[in-house]
């Protein structure tokens, strides 16, 4: 059986993507105006945090076809 995405979901989940590549985008560009090491460990770890984040959801978009 497929699963299928209702447009409302869609549109929900690209909303998503949309928001982590751009939270992504920004902790990857602040950790080069940060100097404190605990801080720049832990905006990292938020970047690792959210590359995983968005395979998942960027698998989850490709697999299930909209109607």
């Known amino acids: 059986m497929t699963q299928t995405l209702a447009p409302h979901e869609s549109l929900e989940l690209h909303e998503l993507i949309n928001f982590k590549t751009l939270c992504l985008a920004k902790s990857k560009l602040m950790q080069g105006m940060?100097?404190?090491?605990?801080?720049?460990?832990?905006?990292?770890?938020?970047?690792?945090?959210?590359?995983?984040a968005?395979?998942?959801?960027?698998?989850?978009?490709?697999?299930?076809?909209?109607?």
């Open 54 to 67: 968005l395979a998942e959801l960027t698998s989850l978009y490709q697999d299930a076809p909209i109607h």
């Open 34 to 52: 940060v100097f404190d090491t605990d801080l720049k460990a832990l905006m990292q770890k938020d970047v690792e945090q959210s590359k995983r």
